[in-house]
């Protein structure tokens, strides 16, 4: 998203990006939603651009929470950033799908006795709070398992990564199987603990 983007009409970004390069042939909208400079291109704008190029606009009701309050990706992204987990979990409806690319760790779960696999989340554009995480892996049938983000300060630090030790299974259906995965966090366990030791952590 640059200058050049912002700077183009509705018309502009529907004929260009939609129509061209995407050569899409029906168009699913929220009735809020708006394109082009100057939010121009409303759902009545898209409905009559629709119109003359044949192409399908749909326009969806706003889902609510039930409580009054609007359910938008705005909405939920302040949640995850303001730390309320589960919130943001209620307002997506299923758990939060977090993929990246499968590291190298630094082995100390194996030898503690709880192996994990690690993920590089640096193309995730919103990575978890940093700590302890219930969740599910589909491998092919779900498994349960924890993980944990963050930078691993008992074992001396490295970059962010999400640890993930899979609790069922053989050892090979407990391993990545690919480049990239995904693990889907459910539930928030606890913020970030540093302990003096590796035994304290077992323990």
């Known amino acids: 998203f640059d200058a050049e983007l912002a700077s183009m009409s509705a018309n502009q970004f529907l004929n260009k990006c939609i129509l061209g390069a995407l050569a899409a042939k029906r ?3 929220g009735s809020d939603f708006a394109l082009g400079k100057g939010r121009e291109g409303d ?3 898209i409905k009559h651009w629709g119109e003359k190029l044949q192409v399908g606009v749909t326009v969806v009701d706003l889902y609510g929470d039930g409580e009054g ?3 938008s990706s705005g909405v939920i992204r302040n949640a995850l950033q303001d730390g309320d987990f589960r919130r943001a ?11 990246g690319s499968v590291v190298r760790g630094l082995g100390k779960g194996q030898k503690i006795g709880y192996p994990t696999w690690n993920l590089a989340l640096s193309q995730v554009k919103l990575p978890p709070s940093v700590g302890v995480y219930a969740g ?12 944990y983000y963050g930078t691993n300060p008992t074992f001396g630090g490295q970059k962010p990564r999400l640890e993930i030790n899979v609790l069922r299974g053989s050892a090979e ?3 990545p199987r ?3 995965e995904c693990f889907w966090l459910t539930e928030f366990i606890r913020p970030e603990i540093v302990f003096d030791t590796p035994d304290e952590l077992v323990g």
């Open 27 to 29: 168009v699913v909208i």
């Open 43 to 45: 759902k009545d704008y």
């Open 69 to 71: 309050n609007r359910i």
């Open 89 to 99: 979990v209620e307002l997506l409806g299923h758990p939060y799908p977090v993929t």
């Open 136 to 147: 599910w892996t589909f491998r092919p049938t779900p498994q349960p398992g924890m993980a």
């Open 173 to 175: 259906e407990r391993s």
């Open 178 to 180: 690919h480049p990239s």
